[in-house]
């Protein structure tokens, strides 16, 4: 009985794998193809060269994206770095929220729970909205970036993301300030 | 971690991605063979509107970098204004409205507002900020 129920949540498990985001992308666009080829042989022969000419184009990129991966992955703990995001950690801390979002790997879901077991701890709001915003531009896929905007396109926005990053980290310091409790004990009248 | 450990990480990771990343570049080919290049720039050329609602309409999107920088290069080509692909993107990595519930049921309501309602204001201040140093 047990095993049955066993195997059911496994199945379920299974399933559930199948029918997420990235895999009905695919399924989706498979299916479009699919149709083109049906319907029009011509237009489908030209998306196959098409989509032939952008992976070619990829695949160096990729593969620059994969060196990178193992880099971050050798040298880098992302998880013990943000936990140096003290709250007095002054301008180490903002470095380490600029570098712990660029290279921070993972779905966010993953670091919910982590960011708020260092709210509480005491780190800075300012610094957790900070790392979040760099989440926005990843170091690893940078590559895949400059194929497709050019190096001088990344490059700028790459420095205007870092200072809006700190801009809006103070912002939401100030706007946070206001609710954080006080210190002192409450006077007994 | 040794060599071997960080390369089956990141190879996981790539593998991970790929359904999604291949999903999208076949539906960028489709795209480009049934739309002509520059088909949409006559309805955005010079819009104001067009930031704004780019920058909305990448803060309800969700997807790896990797969809995200390849669909918004395909916005350009399809004569989309830098400007606009710009702030999509950056609210597409830096906002997330399908994220907001969990964002707010761990870091807090006021928190999760204002950093959602903050970064979608950066994302359009970071935008127009490239794009100006990029016409210097």
């Not at chain 1, 985001?21 to 998306?47: I, Q, R, V």
């Not at chain 1, 990344?154 to 870092?162: A, Q």
């Amino acid at each position: 009985m047990s095993s049955k129920k066993h195997r059911n949540q496994r199945g379920k498990r299974k399933f559930s794998y199948f029918i997420k985001g990235s895999n009905l992308l695919l399924g989706f666009s498979l299916l479009l193809f699919l149709e083109t080829m049906l319907l029009d042989y011509g237009k489908a022969h030209e998306t196959a060269e098409r989509l032939y000419y952008l992976v070619k184009a990829m695949v160096p990129f990729l593969l620059i994206v994969f060196v990178l991966m193992v880099l971050v992955n050798l040298f880098v703990r992302t998880t013990k770095l943000v936990k140096y995001m003290g709250e007095n950690s002054g301008i180490k801390g903002w470095l380490i929220a600029l570098v712990a979002g660029n290279i921070s790997v993972g779905n966010i879901y993953f670091w919910f729970p982590m960011l708020k077991e260092m709210k509480d701890k005491g780190v800075r709001p300012g610094l957790i909205a900070s790392f979040l915003f760099n989440r926005g531009i990843k170091l690893t896929w940078l590559p895949v970036m400059v194929l497709v905007f050019g190096k001088k396109y990344v490059l700028v926005l790459f420095v205007v993301t870092t200072v809006v990053s700190i801009l809006q980290g103070i912002i939401i310091d100030l706007l946070m300030k206001k609710d954080k409790p006080s210190t002192t004990a409450p006077e007994i009248k | 971690m040794n060599l071997r450990k960080a390369s089956e990480r990141a190879f996981k990771s790539l593998l991970r991605v790929f359904p999604g990343l291949f999903g999208i570049m076949i539906l960028i080919s489709l795209f480009n063979t049934f739309v002509p290049a520059n088909f949409f720039k006559i309805y955005f050329h010079g819009s104001f509107l067009g930031p704004l609602l780019g920058a909305l309409a990448g803060s309800v999107a969700t997807g790896s970098p990797a969809i995200n920088y390849l669909f918004s290069g395909d916005l350009i080509h399809q004569g989309f204004p830098l400007l606009t692909v710009t702030a999509f993107m950056l609210a597409w990595g830096t906002v997330g409205i399908v994220q907001l519930p969990a964002e707010m049921r761990y870091l807090g309501k006021k928190f999760a507002l204002a950093r959602n309602l903050s970064a979608f204001v950066f994302s359009l201040i970071a935008a127009f900020l490239t794009i100006f140093l990029l016409s210097l």
